[in-house]
């Protein structure tokens, strides 16, 4: 598998009248196409940060960030985005949500709004409104919406942080399903450690101020995984153990500032 | 994991069984409830004509209910009223289709472009201080006392609602929703066409509906200041003849077709906002 993105020396800063914050300081990281990655790191890592500059929403940074060889210099159909909340429209139905600026009328974007709705299981609800919808049911037209673009790669910032622990394991196994019949690539940052070795097939640890890569975890456990199982267990242990060292360090850092 | 599925699935399909059961009922309840609105004035008149009745009043100043009716039914069967109806309606007409779509068209001028707002809306916003009735005089004094100056003045008041609320609307989209747009892809025309005129338009038609009725409100205005014909001139006609009956005519018919103007924005607003999800009592 040929490498999709790379994201070489990237830092990010934030100005502000009070002075600069580093966000993020030389992440590397190289993305395998039809690969899972996961991101997750405590609050104020810059995860959301780098998924905003790999979406193209953020362009103000230092390093390269390519995609396909190509730098990313704006927001595109080709890096589809699911945010915290759905972001529907209100005023349109799911399949037209879905369709967004498309049109239904022309047969093959008809037909494969028809495949879309079926993938994420929304079959029965094509001429509903969100206000409608569940919550999950609301982010699974966003990721039918983004997925009809053909993205190469999908982002995905905490999408299923707002839903309750049963939607949320639900969701986790409709999106393993989706990237099993898709083979689109996957960046799904989280804070749930679970859900993070559920999903992966790489976990990249970030620890913040500023925000760096801590380690990079491969995830080689077979689909589907059970989270019950004790190499599950074992991993997620792994995963623990090193945000452990994140606060030894940041304790260490404090008490060296007193 | 099917199982799953349909326990989330299961909670909304019931409610909208609900809804469909519900909808056989739908006209039954919507009689209720113009019925609960009717109490109100049914009583009023029912007061009024029995203290007329009496002599507790002077029909003079006050004409009993069933005095109006009778000048109403002749005024019908003469075809006065639906004559000075008709001018009234077209000089409305004419006046809101001026001065609410020069009303839209800037609104949108300015709500898409920062440039246009600087130069334009603090005038806007100052001319829109100016009451009609100081106004009239300068509009007589131009135009004369025919129809020009007449749907001058309801277009001048009519331009304001709708400017101020297409403009509302266009800069209350939400911001969150063209991320989205940028991260699909909108060209320029799709954000306008399929964002932010679909999430202006509440804003849009509450634009049109406040529009309606201040034209509605300045053709008093403009009949009552010199005119040969309309509703206002009826009035006027009534009070210089002291036919209190003939102006109580005139206030109910600006009443009633004043309400039917309103009631048909309100019923273009429940066809295309409803999806929106906010409190109905």
């Known amino acids: ?99 967004a600026d498309l049109s239904l009328h022309k047969p093959e974007i008809r037909k494969k709004v028809d495949e879309l709705i079926e993938l994420v299981r929304l079959k029965g609800f094509e001429k509903s409104y969100p206000r409608e919808l569940s919550g999950g049911m609301a982010q699974r037209v966003a990721i039918a919406r983004a997925l009809l673009r053909n993205p190469k790669v999908l982002l995905l910032d905490e999408p299923f942080g707002a839903l309750d622990a049963f939607t949320r394991a639900h969701m986790q196994e409709v999106l393993l399903d989706i990237w099993q019949q898709n083979k689109t690539t996957m960046i799904f940052v989280t804070h749930d450690i679970d859900e993070a070795v559920f999903l992966a097939n790489r976990i990249v640890i970030l620890k913040p101020r500023p925000g760096t890569v801590q380690k990079i975890v491969p995830v080689e456990l077979l689909f589907p995984r059970k989270k019950s199982s004790a190499a599950f267990q074992e991993l997620r242990f792994k995963v623990i153990g090193e945000f452990e060292k994140i606060e030894e360090l940041e304790l260490v850092d404090n008490g060296a500032g007193i | 994991m099917s199982n799953r599925a349909e326990m989330l699935v299961q909670p909304i399909r019931r409610t909208k069984e609900r809804k469909s059961s519900w909808s056989g009922l739908k006209w039954k309840a919507r009689l209720n409830d113009s019925m609960i609105g009717a109490i109100l004035p049914v009583m009023i008149v029912m007061v009024w004509q029995l203290a007329g009745k009496l002599g507790l009043i002077s029909t003079f100043f006050l004409p009993t209910p069933a005095m109006i009716l009778e000048s109403f039914k002749e005024m019908i069967l003469s075809g006065e009223l639906a004559v000075n109806l008709s001018i009234s309606i077209q000089r409305a007409a004419a006046g809101f289709a001026i001065g609410g779509s ?11 472009s920062r440039k246009a707002e600087h130069t334009l809306d603090p005038s806007f916003q100052m001319l829109r201080m100016v009451p009609h009735l100081a106004l009239a005089p300068l509009i007589i004094l131009w135009f004369g006392f025919g129809e020009t100056s007449k749907v001058f003045i309801i277009a001048n008041g009519a331009f304001f609602p709708m400017y101020i609320n297409t403009f509302a609307g266009i800069r209350s989209v939400d911001n969150r929703l063209f991320d989205v747009a940028g991260v699909l892809e909108f060209s320029r025309f799709k954000q306008i066409t399929r964002l932010i005129l679909p999430a202006a338009l509440p804003n849009i038609l509450l634009g049109v509906r406040l529009s309606l009725a201040v034209s509605w409100l300045g053709l008093v205005v403009a009949e009552l200041i010199g005119s040969q014909s309309g509703i206002g001139f009826l009035i006027n ?27 048909f924005v309100r019923l273009l607003e429940r066809r295309w906002l409803h999806w929106r999800d906010s409190y109905k009592g």
């Open chain 1, 1 to 99: 598998m040929s490498t999709l993105l790379d994201i070489r020396q990237l830092s990010k800063t934030f100005h502000s009248g009070k002075g600069s914050v580093s966000a993020l300081q030389n992440i590397n990281l190289a993305v395998k196409e039809g690969e899972f990655i996961t991101v997750i790191g405590p609050s104020g890592c810059g995860k959301s940060t780098l998924l905003k500059i790999v979406a193209g929403l953020d362009v103000e940074y230092d390093g390269s960030v390519k995609l396909n060889d190509r730098d990313v210099t704006g927001p595109g159909i080709e890096k589809g985005f699911i945010f915290q909340e759905p972001r529907l429209f209100p005023w349109l139905t799911v399949e037209k949500n879905i369709a």
């Open chain 2, 237 to 263: 006609i009534g009070k210089q003849n002291s036919t209190t009956e003939v102006i109580f005519v005139g206030v109910l018919i600006f009443a009633i077709v004043g309400k039917l103007f309103d009631s």
């Open chain 2, 102 to 112: 020069l009303g839209l068209l800037f609104g949108l001028l300015v709500g898409f």
